[in-house]
Structures are given as C-alpha cells and as structure tokens.
C-alpha cells in the first residue's frame, strides 16, 4: 500500500474552483499528513504555463486556513515541488496520451491510482472524460473522477449527461461533489439526531412543526453572472445543497453507516455601500429573469413527514451570509405556563438550530424564567458555539471530500439515482418558471429577500425563524 502512487490531476487548474478551494485542500491535507507518501499533483488547463508559473500561482492564492499556521512557508515549500503543470485541450486523446507519459515518470513503477478532478465547464466536461478514461487511466491501481455541478440543467439533460459519463466510467468511479456534505455541521446532522436520545424520538410530524434551510449570501453573482445566469438559484443552491440537507435530515434510519445505505436513504425520500443590481453586471443580459432569490415549500410523503412543511429559501445578495436549518417544534398542549409567555405563542415553542456556517453551532431555544421575584418567561438558548467548545478548526469541506476520494469513501458523493430523484423534484417548477419567462420579484441588494417568502411561509402558517 505504502508502495503504491497517488495522482491527483486538476483538470481546469487555472480557473476559480482550482484556486480558491481544490489546490489549498490539497495543500492543507498535506500539512495535516493525510497525503498518500508517493502522491503527485498535476494541473491541466489550456493556457501555457510552466511548473514554476503553476506553483506561483498556488503559492499566490493559498488561502485555506493553513495560512496561520507554524511552518506554512516551509511545507508550502515541500508541496509545491510535487506540483506540476500540463498544458493540454480538453477534448486531446494526445494531449492526454503526453499526461500519461509524464504521470508514469512519477509513478516510477509504483502501483498507479489516478484521481482527476474535473472542474471545467459542462460544454467539455465528457470529451475530457472521455480523452482522460481513455488515454490517461492508470495503468494499475483505481482510476477516479469527481465531478462538479452544474450536472445538467434539467432531468433529460442530466439523465443525458450520466448516460454519457457511463460509456466511459462505472458508476463506483464517479465521484459526484456536493460540497455541501463536506461541512462539518451537515455531516454532524446524523449524528445529532441518532445518537442522542433527546431528539431520536422527537423526529417526526408528532413533534415537529416545520423545517427551514435557509442559505443567504451577502453578496452578489460578481464575475460569475455568465454562468448564473445560465442557471440562476434554485439550480444553483436548492436543487443540490438545500435538498441534500433535506434528505439527510428528513430520511429514515439507515440500515448502517455504509454509504450505500446511507445514500439509499437519502433518495427515497453588504449593506451601507450601492452595489450594482443583478442586471447591471456586463456579463448578465438586461432582459433577465434568472431569478437571485428562490422559496419554496416542500412535503413529503411519508407517513413520519405527514403534513410538515420543508420551507427553502436561498439567495444572493442579501443583509447576511449564513447557512442553517430550522426545527420548529409544536407547541406543548395545554401549557400551564401559556399566560406567562405573553401573546405570541408561535415565539415560544422550541426551536433547534443547526448553523452550518459562519459560527458553526447548535443551539436550542427554551423557555425559561426570567429570574426575578415575578413569573415571567422568556426564550433562551442552550448553546453550543464550536469555537468556543473545540479548539481545532474545522476542515472546509473540500479537504474532506477530497480525503475521501482518495480513499474511496463515497458516503458523502451523490449517487446518480439520488442525481435523478433530486432533478425530478425540480425540473418541473423550472419548466414552468422559463417557459412563462415569469419576472421574479425583485429586492434591494443587503436587504431581506422579497416578501413574497413571508407570503409563501404564512401561506403553511410559518415564520422564518432566521428574521426573529
Ligand atoms: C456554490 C454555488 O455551489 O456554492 C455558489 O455555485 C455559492 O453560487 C457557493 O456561492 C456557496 O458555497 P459556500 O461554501 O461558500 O457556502
């Protein structure tokens, strides 16, 4: 095993993704020792770049939380020098086949694994497949692939996209990201929730009101609006890492913590300053209906979810940038203590907040009494704030996907029936919305969101919890 290589090839190694997050999780998994002995990174893109140009620019936008620490420089130094860069097209069987070459160099023999991390746009993404699985697979040891969304902008042309990677790789190469089940909090939901007695039995339309996932941005779509506004929110954000989190929270228990018995579950079921409007930016067409802002309210059908809404909502530009979900508890029947809460009845039930990010915590919101000689109640919250609690930083997600991928754990990546179960949910809404060219509802940059999402909560006699 020892003996063995690891190759790591960003494929689209000069673009966004490739520097703000996969070259500094690798950077960080190597501070930490989690590299394989013989590992080797290579960066693929088209531009002409040579090895010292590509290790200037890791070095240049190294922005993980290593950057802190003791010895940054010194091991920054060390992986660099396992850093390579290929410049090649993506759709080159030869291009690809001169990859090849200089991989074996590095694997001297060794046994081979190979991991390609596609992280180029969809256009390409199956030539480069293909030209990799073909003229670049390893020789010996596991080929890999992860890919990233967007797959596909609907069910036909997601359905279309797996189709196509499958003429080229079995299903147990794909590694589908979802970045979003890398952070800590979503990966802790399970263990929240089965591991602890107080809540286990409470998961349920018995004790259960509601369920809000609420992601906020507190910016806009800034040099992205080419590919936004191809896609807009709700298959940005709701489509993939809201529903994930839904299905994670809201599925039956697993037969194990096996991955495929967990992803089996899961498919059944800036204020003060003026910023520029979303059709102001040059890369946004003026005429355009991508919607920035999305509600929606979701049910599911089964008997523990009878009747409980799953209230989404995702934006850009908003007052914040945060990402929780919401449990909001029914009320205790005939409370002894109703007329010492004071009139909103809907403020005093409990409510369990899971906030993924920033200030990653858990906290619940009690009633308690208000010390003092009188009887007068108020909310509180049982608090636990990870900075506080644990002193180690939290990985970002991609260290822990990426960690996984090398060791072949896909618990944490999207089966392609999950894939499909999550576009058929969505697709249709989308139809409609594009086909009706329908005008979202528009709000100021920083501010709230529109109100038609208090609209649509009061509609299933909600409140979001995160506007107090
Ligand atoms: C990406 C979206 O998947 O997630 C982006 O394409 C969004 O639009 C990003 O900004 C948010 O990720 P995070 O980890 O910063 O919350």
Redesign the pocket.
Same mark, same amino acid.
């Given at each position: 095993e020892n003996e063995s290589s690891v190759s790591i090839t960003v494929v689209g190694a000069s673009g966004d993704l490739a520097k703000k997050k996969i070259f500094p999780a690798l950077f960080a998994l190597y501070y930490e020792g989690c590299l394989p002995k013989h590992f080797t990174v290579f960066g693929y893109a088209r531009s002409k770049m040579t090895d010292a140009e590509l290790r200037n620019m890791v070095s240049k936008t190294l922005t993980c939380r290593i950057d802190q620490r003791e010895n940054c420089g010194e091991k920054m130094d060390q992986f660099l020098k396992r850093c390579f860069y290929h410049s090649g097209q993506y759709d080159s069987q030869e291009h690809f086949e001169a990859l090849d070459k200089k991989l074996k160099e590095h694997e001297g023999g060794r046994e081979s694994n190979r991991l390609f991390y596609l992280s180029i746009p969809p256009n390409i993404f199956i030539d480069a497949v293909k030209c990799a699985s073909s003229s670049a697979s390893a020789a010996s040891g596991w080929t890999r692939v992860i890919v990233?969304?967007p797959f596909g902008r609907d069910s036909e042309s997601s359905a279309a996209l797996t189709k196509a990677l499958k003429q080229y790789l079995t299903e147990d190469q794909i590694f589908r990201i979802?970045?979003?089940l890398g952070?800590e909090l979503v990966e802790n939901l399970s263990v929240l929730r089965f591991s602890n007695l107080i809540f286990e039995p409470l998961w349920s339309r018995q004790y259960i009101r509601n369920v809000q996932l609420i992601?906020s941005?507190d910016?806009g779509?800034e040099g !992205?609006g080419g590919?936004?506004d191809n896609?807009g929110?709700i298959r940005?954000?709701m489509q993939?890492?809201l529903l994930q989190i839904l299905a994670l929270f809201a599925m039956e228990t697993p037969v194990s913590l096996d991955a495929e018995d967990i992803r089996n579950e899961k498919s059944h079921t800036r204020g003060g300053v003026t910023h520029p409007g979303y059709t102001d930016d040059k890369t946004v067409p003026k005429d355009s209906v991508t919607p920035t802002f999305a509600a929606a309210a979701l049910f599911i059908d089964n008997a523990r979810w009878d009747g409980v809404p799953f209230l989404m909502k995702a934006g850009?530009a908003l007052h914040n !940038?945060s990402?929780e979900i919401r449990v909001q508890f029914r009320h205790v029947p005939g409370n002894l203590y109703n007329r010492n809460i004071g009139t909103d009845l809907d403020q005093a039930t409990n409510e369990l907040v899971i906030r993924?990010?920033p200030d990653e915590a858990i906290y619940l919101k009690i009633n308690n009494k208000v010390p003092g000689l009188g009887m007068r109640l108020d909310r509180s919250n049982l608090n636990l704030l990870y900075s506080t609690r644990y002193s180690k930083e939290i990985p970002d997600?991609y260290e822990r996907l990426l960690l996984d991928a090398i060791e072949g754990e896909r618990r944490l990546f999207i089966r392609s029936d999950e894939l499909d179960a999550a576009w058929s949910l969505f697709t249709p809404v989308l139809k409609e919305l594009e086909e009706k060219r329908t005008i979202p509802e528009y709000y100021p940059y920083g501010s709230r969101g529109p109100v038609g999402a208090h609209y649509l909560a009061a509609r299933y006699k909600v409140r979001w919890g995160d506007l107090g």
């Amino acid at each position: 095993e020892n003996e063995s290589s690891v190759s790591i090839t960003v494929v689209g190694a000069s673009g966004d993704l490739a520097k703000k997050k996969i070259f500094p999780a690798l950077f960080a998994l190597y501070y930490e020792g989690c590299l394989p002995k013989h590992f080797t990174v290579f960066g693929y893109a088209r531009s002409k770049m040579t090895d010292a140009e590509l290790r200037n620019m890791v070095s240049k936008t190294l922005t993980c939380r290593i950057d802190q620490r003791e010895n940054c420089g010194e091991k920054m130094d060390q992986f660099l020098k396992r850093c390579f860069y290929h410049s090649g097209q993506y759709d080159s069987q030869e291009h690809f086949e001169a990859l090849d070459k200089k991989l074996k160099e590095h694997e001297g023999g060794r046994e081979s694994n190979r991991l390609f991390y596609l992280s180029i746009p969809p256009n390409i993404f199956i030539d480069a497949v293909k030209c990799a699985s073909s003229s670049a697979s390893a020789a010996s040891g596991w080929t890999r692939v992860i890919v990233e969304k967007p797959f596909g902008r609907d069910s036909e042309s997601s359905a279309a996209l797996t189709k196509a990677l499958k003429q080229y790789l079995t299903e147990d190469q794909i590694f589908r990201i979802d970045h979003y089940l890398g952070k800590e909090l979503v990966e802790n939901l399970s263990v929240l929730r089965f591991s602890n007695l107080i809540f286990e039995p409470l998961w349920s339309r018995q004790y259960i009101r509601n369920v809000q996932l609420i992601f906020s941005e507190d910016f806009g779509t800034e040099g !992205r609006g080419g590919y936004f506004d191809n896609y807009g929110i709700i298959r940005d954000i709701m489509q993939n890492h809201l529903l994930q989190i839904l299905a994670l929270f809201a599925m039956e228990t697993p037969v194990s913590l096996d991955a495929e018995d967990i992803r089996n579950e899961k498919s059944h079921t800036r204020g003060g300053v003026t910023h520029p409007g979303y059709t102001d930016d040059k890369t946004v067409p003026k005429d355009s209906v991508t919607p920035t802002f999305a509600a929606a309210a979701l049910f599911i059908d089964n008997a523990r979810w009878d009747g409980v809404p799953f209230l989404m909502k995702a934006g850009k530009a908003l007052h914040n !940038r945060s990402a929780e979900i919401r449990v909001q508890f029914r009320h205790v029947p005939g409370n002894l203590y109703n007329r010492n809460i004071g009139t909103d009845l809907d403020q005093a039930t409990n409510e369990l907040v899971i906030r993924v990010q920033p200030d990653e915590a858990i906290y619940l919101k009690i009633n308690n009494k208000v010390p003092g000689l009188g009887m007068r109640l108020d909310r509180s919250n049982l608090n636990l704030l990870y900075s506080t609690r644990y002193s180690k930083e939290i990985p970002d997600a991609y260290e822990r996907l990426l960690l996984d991928a090398i060791e072949g754990e896909r618990r944490l990546f999207i089966r392609s029936d999950e894939l499909d179960a999550a576009w058929s949910l969505f697709t249709p809404v989308l139809k409609e919305l594009e086909e009706k060219r329908t005008i979202p509802e528009y709000y100021p940059y920083g501010s709230r969101g529109p109100v038609g999402a208090h609209y649509l909560a009061a509609r299933y006699k909600v409140r979001w919890g995160d506007l107090g």
